[in-house]
């Protein structure tokens, strides 16, 4: 392709041999996707062992280049991507490693479902190959009477009159899920036999045999928070599911617990507390509450509720307030149901993005960077540019080919442990404020008569990141009529903002004070 090998970025995981997975998908030359010659590039790996055992004159030279350059990487000497065997979610593998100041972090290429399913079957093929060898050498055990069981941890988690409570054999699930929902919503340490809604725990093999199973059966495939899942459905109403590129298994029956199993600690945590989110939801919903596209800041009780459409200012409107002494009840979305002739509004718990331009306007982003150099870490679905972005002082906001912008991603305890905001955990709405932040604007109040309408709501049907595949939702939700009359009662207020922040704060703090 008349290109430099540095121009080209693929991969193979396993590096010999025919069950050796080549990321054809992801492969990029030049940052541009290629096709792949995959007949060929499998020939030869099959080839190389052959190849090796012949001799390639380089037995001495490539070895020694290769610890010399992951010497120079942990060391900090050099930032780069090298290819390390390590032992990752239980398995040795030869994969890419970012080094960053000399800290490693896995950056396995994201795999399509076919890819994700062979390195499935590589794995279960190596581990029934080896596990027979290993009992070889294994000194006899004394038989144990009875198995020891792997203690179960649980957090509650409770807001208004719902709940849903949490169990797993990892404490870093269940502790998880305290720092996740704890802020906003009643989250407190349990005990296992408190009737757990979610169980998610760390199981290897769980995770290989629904794996297997689902892709043997499978009957509907979705993307679901962001990545590819395999369903497969029972007679009796059980569903399977599988998420081959996060090793992550899902078991629902009707009727019982979800079960999750996952293959490392924090991609079971963030699925626990993702579904644990969904079944308070689906209880949240039934009780008649619905789910408001708008961010939300509350003082003494009163909520002012921000909307627009994508882009408009909602989280920069209620950051700003937050900033200016207001409380943080939500940054995206919140639950809001009528009570009496008021309307009651709840935070909904998730990670919280923040632009680095606006991280760096608001004054929080030194203070960000410095956490994040001496080790802390931020959510872990925040790509690795920004992080990257961060340790090397870019305060340039970055974006996708989609079009999206690449944020840091907050815990909602690091709002307020991390930039000082304190948060909410219900109120009462009191004003609509409706913002178009334009640079270089006159800061003015607009003459539009911009009202709530339905499509400003989340519906079942319309929730494009969690569709409702474990079936923890009410097809038949109350309509959104009497939120919008009552809504309509409220004052509101179409703003124009530009970019100086204490002007647009001052002139916010004016606009959102006592209601009328």
Request: charged letters at 25%.
């Amino acid at each position: 392709m008349d290109v430099p090998p540095q121009a080209v970025n693929g991969h193979v995981i396993g590096e010999h041999g025919d069950q050796a997975v080549v990321c054809a998908s992801a492969t990029r030359v030049g940052d541009l996707p290629v096709p792949v010659p995959l007949r060929q590039v499998r020939d030869q790996l099959t080839d190389r062992p052959r190849r090796i055992n012949a001799g390639l004159g380089r037995t001495r030279c490539g070895p020694a280049g290769a610890v010399i350059a992951a010497l120079r990487a942990g060391l900090g000497l050099d930032d780069a991507v090298t290819e390390l065997c390590v032992n990752h979610e239980g398995r040795w593998r030869g994969i890419p490693l970012r080094f960053t100041a000399g800290t490693p972090t896995v950056c396995l290429p994201r795999l399509d479902a076919a890819e994700a399913r062979q390195l499935i079957a590589a794995d279960a093929k190596l581990r029934d190959a080896y596990e027979p060898l290993a009992r070889l050498y294994l000194p006899a055990q004394p038989r144990q009477k009875e198995k020891t069981a792997v203690p179960q941890t649980a957090t509650r988690i409770a807001t208004a009159t719902q709940a849903a409570t949490v169990a797993s054999n990892s404490t870093v699930v269940t502790e998880w899920a305290l720092r996740y929902f704890g802020p906003w919503w009643n989250a407190t340490g349990t005990t296992a036999d408190d009737g757990p809604q979610v169980i998610a725990d760390v199981n290897p093999g769980k995770v290989t045999e629904i794996a297997q199973r689902v892709a043997d059966d499978s009957d509907d495939e979705t993307v679901y928070a962001n990545s590819a899942m395999l369903l497969a459905r029972d007679g009796d109403g059980t569903v399977l599911a599988s998420q081959p590129e996060d090793k992550l298994a899902y078991r629902a029956e009707p009727g019982g617990p979800l079960h999750i199993y996952g293959c490392e600690d924090v991609p079971v945590a963030l699925a626990a507390a993702r579904l644990a989110r969904e079944v308070v939801r689906g209880r949240l919903l039934a009780d008649g509450w619905s789910i408001l596209h708008a961010s939300a800041v509350v003082r003494d009780g009163q909520t002012v509720l921000t909307l627009g459409d994508k882009g408009a200012g909602k989280t920069t409107t209620a950051l700003l307030l937050a900033r200016a002494g207001w409380q943080l009840l939500a940054n995206d979305r919140a639950f809001i149901r009528p009570d009496g002739d008021r309307l009651r509004v709840l935070p909904w718990p998730s990670a919280a993005a923040i632009g680095l331009g606006l991280l760096d306007a608001l004054g929080w982003y030194d203070q960000v960077r410095e956490r994040v150099q001496r080790g802390e870490r931020l959510h872990p679905t925040q790509h690795q540019k920004v992080t990257d972005a961060l340790h090397s002082g870019s305060r340039t906001p970055l974006w996708k080919e989609s079009g999206k912008e690449l944020k840091p991603q907050f815990f909602p305890d690091q709002l307020a442990t991390w930039l000082g905001l304190t948060l909410a955990t219900e109120g009462h709405a009191a004003r609509i404020l409706f913002p178009r932040i334009t640079p270089g604007a006159e800061l003015s109040l607009l003459n539009e008569d911009r009202r709530v309408r339905a499509g400003d709501f989340f519906t079942v049907g319309t929730e494009d990141r969690y569709p409702d595949v474990f079936g923890l939702l009410r097809d038949d939700s109350p309509g959104t009529e009497p939120l919008l009359e009552l809504l309509d009662a409220l004052p509101r207020h179409s703003l124009s903002l530009g970019h100086d922040v204490k002007a647009n704060s001052d002139f916010l703090t004016q606009v959102a004070g006592p209601a009328a």
